[in-house]
C-alpha cells in the first residue's frame, strides 16, 4: 500500500543534543510537509518543500532546519532542542493526483521527548 | 490567515448516538479535508470535500463553500469513534489551516 512512513515513532534526545526525523513516502507526491503538534492543540505547520524548493513558515525557529534529497524522502533537523520542541512530529505528503489535488496524507508521527 | 473555528469543542455521547460537528472558515478556500485523530495520534483521513456531500459508512460530510462551512455527520457512534476530529482548509498545495478539534468521547 501506498503510504508516509516516519522514523522513528519515538525520539528521546537531550537538551541541546541535536536530532534528526526522517519521513518517506511512496505516493510519489512532490509536496511534503512538517507540522509540529503539542498536547492539545492543532498541528502546526513548519514549512514544505513543493519538488525541491523550499518553503518556510514565518514563525518557524531557526532551530529548526530541514532536507529533501529526493522525491522519497525527507528530513527534520532540530539543532539544538529545548524542553519546549517536545511534541509530536507529522510529516504528510500532498500532489496532483487526478480528483483530490492537494488532499494531505499523515504519517504516523515521531513522538519527541527532551530530557 | 484564514480563521477556522470548529465546534463543539468537546463531545460526549452515548454509544449509538448521532452527532454533527461543525467548521466554519473565514474565507473562500479550494480543499477542506476532515480528520480523526486517533489515541496514537495518527491523523485519519475522512473526506477531502471543499464542496458538495460525501458519504462513507456511517460518516458523512457536507461542505457549503458560499457560506464557508462544513459539516461532518457521524451516525450510530461507536466507541472507537472516540478521539479528535480537525478540519483543515487550504488554499493552494502551500498552507494549511487547522481548526483547534472536536474531542468526542463516545461511552459505551
Known amino acids: 500500500d501506498a503510504m508516509v512512513i516516519q522514523n522513528p515513532r519515538y525520539q528521546v534526545t537531550q537538551f541541546g543534543k541535536p536530532v534528526t526525523l526522517s519521513c518517506s513516502q511512496t505516493l510519489n507526491h512532490n509536496v511534503m510537509y512538517w507540522y509540529q503538534q503539542k498536547s492539545s492543540q492543532a498541528p502546526k505547520l513548519l514549512f514544505h518543500?513543493?519538488?525541491?524548493?523550499?518553503?518556510n513558515e514565518a514563525d518557524t525557529p531557526d532551530n529548526f532546519q530541514s532536507r529533501r534529497p529526493n522525491t522519497s524522502f525527507c528530513f527534520l533537523d532540530i539543532r539544538s532542542p529545548g524542553l519546549g520542541d517536545a511534541a509530536m512530529y507529522l510529516c504528510a505528503t500532498s500532489g496532483e493526483l487526478a480528483g483530490n489535488l492537494y488532499e494531505q496524507y499523515f504519517g504516523p508521527g515521531t513522538r519527541l521527548t527532551v530530557t | 490567515g484564514i480563521q477556522v473555528e470548529q465546534s463543539p469543542p468537546d463531545l460526549i455521547l452515548q454509544e449509538g448516538a448521532n452527532s454533527t460537528l461543525r467548521c466554519n472558515f473565514s474565507d473562500s478556500v479550494n480543499n477542506l479535508q476532515w480528520f480523526h485523530q486517533n489515541p496514537w495520534g495518527q491523523l485519519i483521513n475522512l473526506f477531502y470535500i471543499p464542496s458538495g456531500t460525501k458519504q462513507n459508512g456511517r460518516l458523512s460530510a457536507t461542505t457549503v463553500a458560499t457560506e464557508r462551512y462544513s459539516l461532518l455527520y457521524i451516525s450510530s457512534s461507536q466507541t472507537t469513534d472516540s478521539g479528535v476530529y480537525f478540519c483543515a482548509v487550504g488554499e493552494n498545495f502551500n498552507k494549511f489551516y487547522f481548526g483547534s478539534g472536536t474531542k468526542l468521547n463516545v461511552k459505551p
Open positions: 518543500y513543493y519538488d525541491k524548493d523550499f518553503n
